[in-house]
C-alpha cells in the first residue's frame, strides 16, 4: 500500500490566525469558528507610522550596529513594515541626522552616519 500526501483546502483567520477545514464546502463561512469574528477574512489595518517614529528607529539601528548597513538590515532591526523606504523620508533625514548612503562597487546601498 502506497502513501501519498493529499493536500486540502481550507481557511485562515487574519485575527486569531486559526486554521479549519469547512464541514460544507459550498459558501464561505460568516465568522471564524473560534474568535467568532465576522472579519475573519479581513487583515487589520496598521497605524501609519509618522516620519519621526522612522528617523528615530533608523538612528537607533545605525548608532547600536555596525557602521555600514544595507536596508534590508536596518528594515529587519528595526522591525519596520516597509519594504523600500519612503525617499522624501531618506532625504529628509539625510539632512535631519546626517544620514549618508554609499553606493559599493557592486551596486549595493550602504547606510551610515555621519
Given at each position: 500500500m502506497g502513501r501519498v500526501p493529499i493536500?486540502?483546502?481550507g481557511y485562515h483567520c487574519e485575527r486569531c490566525t486559526h486554521e479549519w477545514i469547512?464541514?460544507?464546502q459550498k459558501k464561505?463561512?460568516?465568522v471564524c469558528p473560534k474568535c467568532k469574528s465576522p472579519y475573519w477574512d479581513k487583515p487589520r489595518r496598521k497605524a501609519m507610522m509618522t516620519?519621526?517614529?522612522f528617523k528615530d528607529k533608523i538612528e537607533s539601528v545605525l548608532r547600536k550596529s555596525g557602521p555600514l548597513l544595507t536596508w534590508t538590515?536596518?528594515?529587519t532591526k528595526a522591525g519596520l513594515p516597509h519594504l523600500f523606504p519612503n525617499n522624501q523620508w531618506v532625504r529628509k533625514m539625510e539632512k535631519d541626522i546626517g544620514l549618508k548612503r554609499i553606493r559599493d562597487s557592486h551596486g549595493i546601498i550602504?547606510?551610515?552616519?555621519?
Amino acid at each position: 500500500m502506497g502513501r501519498v500526501p493529499i493536500t486540502v483546502m481550507g481557511y485562515h483567520c487574519e485575527r486569531c490566525t486559526h486554521e479549519w477545514i469547512p464541514k460544507k464546502q459550498k459558501k464561505e463561512p460568516s465568522v471564524c469558528p473560534k474568535c467568532k469574528s465576522p472579519y475573519w477574512d479581513k487583515p487589520r489595518r496598521k497605524a501609519m507610522m509618522t516620519y519621526d517614529d522612522f528617523k528615530d528607529k533608523i538612528e537607533s539601528v545605525l548608532r547600536k550596529s555596525g557602521p555600514l548597513l544595507t536596508w534590508t538590515e536596518i528594515r529587519t532591526k528595526a522591525g519596520l513594515p516597509h519594504l523600500f523606504p519612503n525617499n522624501q523620508w531618506v532625504r529628509k533625514m539625510e539632512k535631519d541626522i546626517g544620514l549618508k548612503r554609499i553606493r559599493d562597487s557592486h551596486g549595493i546601498i550602504h547606510w551610515q552616519l555621519k
